[in-house]
């Protein structure tokens, strides 16, 4: 780990003042950003506390949608009533990443922020595009079981490793982002980017910029979501693949869906083929698996990873059939 | 007199101090001037070094640099062959092998300064796979890449398959495995001409690494030291590479003339050290029409890596225990270990026992079917009784009775109205499927062969004018009980009470060489040493006259003081002689392997998801016979432990290897289960004791790896009729193991 300055901020406007001298990160629940300064893949000059900022409550708004603060930890995101009774999928994704411990720290606006576990971006000994541009890519022909298959560029394939953020895409959330020159909101689909040419611009936010909040609209899909996360070991594990569904049902016909993807691609994934092939279908499990199919159109697989495309298929098929049991 | 001590959950003896952070591991210390070592390696499998560059911008004077030509004494880790060196000069051998060394104050210098050097190495054709070795398309180590080779020929095993109704073949592959103990390896070395060499650490064996020294640096042997720090865990991973760790850190404190330590990080310390050898099986098995085993043709083969280190003693192993706790006329064991071109394979729980085990106890269920017999009605007719003579011509003489722990273990899973409710439901379709296996096994402990014998383990007890009880020995606590359970033997053995009963650290100095800790060793040999010597002492106080045979803590206290005056010190030294009648022949082969083994049989239940090929164990019962528990708790944790690492190398501990390097050498792609991942692991004892073992004791510690991996993979093929044979059991190849049989 190197030598770091740390000060602690209490508002947005002192925090993003901040953040504009450079070389500053934010610092909220530190679960990953900690953990990558210990292996010397970050290194911010400056960390800027900013757990203190009043941006902590989850709140309905007259429009029927409802505001989450960039600071609600996981954990208390995951068990609130309103988010377990309308955004369920929302709730059984968080409950199913990390640990306990880890969610009781991890934050809604750290989440979205948090990076990749490519062994290869993690170990500054490997040659990584994410870390230092240009430098090359470990990946590519090393051992990419845990990678991606979909949006992936050659210069990087590492998977985006967030389990809330691929219910948020199910969700239709959108991130409101905070400047010097104003707030802005984005759509979560496009909040994170493609690796492309430049894969270590992960996200929309500027240096400077902090996530203030995420608004969930009121949907359709309350009765019928589910998540379903398939992983090496039952705990503690990041996604191989995952699958966030929502259902609007009428009878058997699907009036709409919504179909994401975790572990499987670069960034928190839409799969809207899926959805296209699902909207006026009858609901059953031959039409679940051609909209797997669908899902999967385009998947680029590597030396260890090619069974993923069955897996997120699988898991596609399994999250559709238990969203439409609710 | 005290209660007695054995047979109840005494506290660990360091537990307090280990959960309120006062033991010290060698990270804790950090004596002045001290420096930081690192290892430079070989990038590269097999190659002719060329040269070594270091980077310009670094100020290399700030360092300590050692090679091989700075090695005073002999640069081969003395083991059994002594064909390893500490440090490559000329060529390597696999990649991660140490060539250069370095040690700076700032250790995050050093660790730059790891990467400023670079090896220029001209390559060499390597051997990756078990088949390439033995085809010999390259030599990589002595005449034909074989480091050691077994025969065990019991009667006429070609008559008995030419004659045979039923013929059983197979073929059975095992993973590597990495120990994955919670504290990576470390030492703490000050050496100098004046004062020889002393080194502090993590390790199993103080006496391998007290031999591998004096030969490096070509001093004598009391000239050398070797402390152990608290170690958090083994497994056997720190039985012989800390020999190469302390022996670095040794030669970096030489030339500098300052201390030095050596931590490996963790990924350094599962890429470069040594893991569970892989292996392949094959069996040939005859079995007559009433289920009677008839004839085993085995052949066991172990891939060693690029030195022999202890392959030798782990085929042993794993030969011996090839043919399991049957009764069978003609068997053939042929066991071989061979060289590729991967960081050597070494010691790991179990020592070459699981893998073979893991092969047969998988086969006998496919005779068992053959024969149209259920996998249990099957053993129970080839069970191994008292009186009946194992492979290599060992008689069991002890009480053996396999059938009682079958039914014991059968009753206690409910394994019978289990495995015909699951048939039921399975049938009926759905997203999972259940099953229920079994396996039966036993696990000699201590040394094989003449080991014991060679080793002639030594320990001392000795006592203080106030009454303090010393136990003196070489054998390591390292998490597994030792420092408790030597008391509670020292204890009962004296009549007194286990907090009076203090385990010395292991000190060169100090402690005689009571051998190594691994081989299921430390409680049945050293154990035995320790009640013969404390009851050596007790006999000598009551001989004196100073001590009654009915006597309380303050008439021993007393009996010491008086002892003590009259005589002076109060010490008792008791060395290993072999249990009459047990003789074994190096050269043949044959004879007595083991004093003793510990017997066993586990049954697992498990559900496979036809979705994701993913198999989770829902239930593990394990029944053994250990002789006299000494401390249940920790007995019980033994075999929880045991399970539960024979779990992941069964199902999740997957060694991706890459031209002999380990491709996912990071706990994230390494996967071992959580407690999440574990059924409840139900642990029963049958206790007959031993009477070659302190209060009847045997050996514990190896037996639990054992029996998990071939009671999950037959409950896997119970569930979904597959046959997989490949170790671990990951989603993808239960995948490929359903698509042969068209599922």
């Known amino acids: 780990m190197q030598p770091f300055s740390y000060e602690k901020v209490t508002n947005e406007h002192e925090a993003i003042e901040r953040a504009r001298l450079g070389n500053a990160t934010f610092v909220a629940g530190g679960t990953t950003?900690?953990?990558?300064?210990?292996?010397?893949?970050?290194?911010?000059?400056?960390?800027?506390?900013?757990?203190?900022?009043?941006?902590?409550?989850?709140?309905?708004?007259?429009?029927?949608?409802?505001?989450?603060g960039a600071l609600v930890r996981n954990g208390d995101l995951a068990q609130d009533s309103r988010i377990q009774s309308r955004y369920r999928v929302l709730s059984q994704a968080i409950l199913a990443g990390a640990s306990a411990q880890l969610r009781n720290m991890a934050t809604t606006g750290g989440n979205l922020m948090q990076r990749t576990r490519c062994y290869y971006f993690r170990d500054p000994v490997y040659p990584c595009n994410k870390r230092q541009p240009g430098a090359g890519c470990a990946a590519m022909d090393g051992y990419n079981r845990i990678h991606a298959v979909?949006?992936?560029?050659?210069?990087?394939?590492?998977?985006?490793?967030?389990?809330?953020?691929?219910?948020?895409?199910?969700?239709?959330?959108?991130?409101?982002?905070?400047?010097?020159?104003?707030?802005?909101?984005?759509?979560?689909?496009?909040?994170?980017?493609?690796?492309?040419?430049?894969?270590?611009?992960?996200?929309v936010v500027r240096p400077g910029e902090l996530i203030t909040y995420v608004t969930l609209p009121?949907?359709?899909?309350?009765?019928?979501?589910?998540?379903?996360?398939?992983?090496?070991?039952?705990?503690?594990?990041?996604?191989?693949?995952?699958?966030?569904?929502?259902?609007?049902?009428?009878?058997?016909?699907?009036?709409?869906?919504?179909?994401?993807?975790?572990?499987?691609?670069?960034?928190?994934?839409?799969?809207?083929q899926a959805e296209q092939v699902l909207t006026g279908s009858t609901a059953n499990t031959a039409a679940f698996r051609n909209a797997a199919d669908a899902a999967l159109t385009g998947a680029v697989s590597r030396r260890y990873n090619a069974y993923k495309i069955e897996l997120a298929k699988r898991a596609i098929v399994r999250a559709l059939t238990d969203a439409l049991m609710d | 007199m005290e209660a007695p001590q054995i047979g109840r959950s005494v506290h660990r003896k360091e537990g307090r101090a280990k959960v309120t952070g006062q033991a010290l591991y060698v990270d804790d210390v950090a004596p002045a001037g001290l420096l930081h070592g690192v290892t430079v390696r070989s990038p590269t499998a097999r190659g002719i070094i060329k040269g070594i560059h270091f980077h310009p911008t670094v100020d290399w004077d700030e360092f300590t640099i050692v090679t091989a030509a700075d090695i005073p004494g002999v640069n081969r880790v003395k083991l059994i062959l002594d064909d390893q060196p500490y440090l490559a000069s000329d060529v390597v051998n696999h990649p991660e092998e140490p060539v250069l060394l370095i040690a700076h104050r700032d250790r995050a210098r050093a660790e730059d300064a790891r990467r400023r050097v670079t090896i220029d190495i001209e390559p060499l054709p390597a051997v990756f796979t078990i088949d390439d070795a033995l085809a010999r398309r390259e030599i990589i180590w002595g005449e034909d890449n074989t480091f050691k080779r077994y025969r065990v020929n019991k009667g006429d095993v070609d008559a008995a398959l030419a004659a045979a109704e039923i013929v059983v073949e197979g073929e059975y592959e095992t993973g590597a495995q990495e120990q994955l103990y919670i504290e990576p390896n470390g030492m703490l070395a000050i050496a100098d001409r004046a004062h020889g060499v002393t080194v502090w650490g993590s390790m199993q064996c103080p006496y391998y690494i007290h031999t591998a020294l004096a030969a490096l640096f070509g001093i004598p042997a009391q000239r050398i030291r070797v402390v152990q720090m608290e170690t958090g865990g083994g497994f056997g991973g720190k039985e012989e590479y800390p020999s190469i760790i302390a022996g670095h850190t040794a030669l970096l404190a030489w030339k500098s003339g300052r201390p030095v330590k050596m931590i490996y990080g963790r990924v350094e310390d599962m890429a470069s050290t040594t893991k569970r050898h892989p292996s392949r099986t094959r069996h040939r098995t005859a079995v007559d029409r009433d289920g009677r085993l008839r004839a085993m043709d085995i052949d066991f083969i172990i891939d060693g890596g690029a030195y022999?280190?202890?392959?030798?003693?782990?085929?042993?192993?794993?030969?011996?225990?090839?043919?399991?706790?049957?009764?069978?006329?003609?068997?053939?064991?042929?066991?071989?270990?061979?060289?590729?071109?991967?960081?050597?394979?070494?010691?790991?729980?179990?020592?070459?026992?699981?893998?073979?085990i893991f092969a047969l106890e998988r086969h006998m269920d496919r005779v068992a079917a053959a024969a149209g017999l259920s996998p249990e009605e099957f053993?129970?007719?080839?069970?191994?009784?008292?009186?009946?003579?194992?492979?290599?011509?060992?008689?069991?003489?002890?009480?053996?009775?396999?059938?009682?722990?079958?039914?014991?273990?059968?009753?206690?899973?409910?394994?019978?109205?289990?495995?015909?409710?699951?048939?039921?439901?399975n049938a009926r379709g759905g997203k999972s499927r259940k099953g229920i296996g079994l396996a039966s096994f036993m696990h000699g402990a201590g040394f094989t062969g003449s080991g014991e014998v060679h080793l002639r383990s030594l320990i001392t007890v000795e006592v203080s004018r106030e009454g303090a009880v010393r136990v003196l020995a070489a054998s390591t606590e390292i998490g597994q009980g030792t420092?408790?359970?030597?008391?509670?033997?020292?204890?009962?053995?004296?009549?007194?009470?286990?907090?009076?009963?203090?385990?010395?650290?292991?000190?060169?100095?100090?402690?005689?060489?009571?051998?190594?800790?691994?081989?299921?060793?430390?409680?049945?040999?050293?154990?035995?040493?320790?009640?013969?010597?404390?009851?050596?002492?007790?006999?000598?106080?009551?001989?004196?006259?100073?001590?009654?045979?009915?006597?309380?803590?303050?008439?021993?206290?007393?009996?010491?003081?008086?002892?003590?005056?009259?005589?002076?010190?109060?010490?008792?030294?008791?060395?290993?002689?072999?249990?009459?009648?047990?003789?074994w022949d190096d050269e043949q082969y044959v004879g007595d392997a083991y004093g003793t083994y510990a017997w066993a049989v586990y049954v697992a239940e498990v559900t496979v998801d036809l979705t994701t090929w993913e198999t989770r164990v829902d239930d593990f019962v394990a029944v053994q016979e250990v002789g006299k528990v000494i401390n249940p708790t920790l007995a019980t944790g033994q075999i929880e432990g045991g399970v539960a690492q024979g779990i992941g190398w069964a199902l999740y501990e997957d060694v991706v290897w890459r031209e002999g390097r380990?491709?996912?050498?990071?706990?994230?792609?390494?996967?071992?289960?959580?407690?999440?991942?574990?059924?409840?692991?139900?642990?029963?004892?049958?206790?007959?004791?031993?009477?070659?073992g302190p209060a009847g004791a045997k050996g514990i510690g190896e037996l639990p790896m054992d029996g998990a991996a071939p009671a999950i993979f037959n409950a896997v093929a119970d569930a979904t009729g597959a046959h997989p044979t490949h170790l671990p059991l990951t989603p993808e190849r239960l995948m490929s193991a359903m698509e042969t049989i068209g599922a």
């Not at chain 2, 003609?330 to 026992?353: D, E, I, K, L």
């Not at chain 2, 309380?552 to 010490?571: I, K, M, N, P, S």
């Open chain 2, 308 to 356: 022999c280190t202890l392959s030798p003693v782990v085929l042993s192993r794993g030969t011996i225990h090839a043919a399991g706790p049957y009764s069978c006329p003609n068997v053939r064991v042929t066991g071989r270990a061979v060289a590729t071109s991967a960081p050597p394979h070494g010691a790991f729980r179990g020592f070459g026992a699981p893998q073979s």
């Open chain 1, 33 to 68: 950003l900690v953990d990558l300064m210990k292996l010397n893949v970050e290194v911010p000059a400056a960390l800027v506390d900013i757990n203190a900022l009043p941006l902590n409550q989850i709140e309905d708004q007259s429009d029927g949608s409802i505001r989450i």
């Open chain 2, 483 to 583: 420092n408790t359970i030597f008391s509670q033997i020292a204890a009962d053995a004296l009549g007194i009470d286990c907090d009076d009963i203090e385990v010395a650290r292991p000190d060169t100095l100090d402690v005689p060489n009571s051998g190594p800790t691994v081989a299921s060793r430390t409680c049945m040999v050293v154990g035995k040493l320790v009640e013969t010597a404390a009851r050596g002492i007790r006999h000598t106080l009551v001989d004196s006259g100073y001590l009654s045979v009915l006597y309380d803590r303050e008439h021993f206290r007393a009996a010491c003081e008086r002892y003590v005056d009259a005589f002076g010190a109060l010490r008792a030294t008791s060395q290993y002689q072999p249990p009459s009648g047990v003789t």
């Open chain 1, 150 to 203: 979909l949006g992936v560029s050659d210069k990087c394939i590492a998977t985006h490793p967030s389990d809330m953020a691929v219910a948020l895409v199910a969700l239709d959330a959108s991130v409101h982002i905070r400047g010097a020159n104003g707030e802005r909101a984005v759509p979560i689909t496009e909040f994170h980017l493609l690796p492309g040419d430049t894969p270590h611009r992960e996200t």
């Open chain 2, 379 to 425: 053993r129970r007719r080839n069970f191994i009784s008292s009186g009946e003579t194992l492979a290599v011509g060992q008689t069991i003489r002890e009480p053996v009775n396999m059938p009682a722990l079958l039914d014991r273990a059968l009753a206690l899973s409910h394994y019978r109205e289990k495995r015909e409710r699951f048939a039921r439901e």
């Open chain 2, 662 to 692: 380990m491709a996912n050498a990071q706990m994230t792609n390494y996967i071992m289960p959580t407690s999440m991942d574990l059924p409840s692991i139900r642990v029963y004892f049958e206790e007959v004791p031993y009477p070659n």
């Open chain 1, 218 to 272: 009121s949907g359709p899909f309350g009765a019928h979501s589910a998540y379903v996360k398939l992983r090496d070991r039952a705990s503690y594990e990041f996604a191989l693949a995952s699958a966030a569904v929502a259902l609007q049902v009428e009878g058997t016909t699907v009036r709409s869906a919504r179909v994401a993807l975790g572990g499987v691609a670069t960034k928190p994934w839409r799969a809207l």
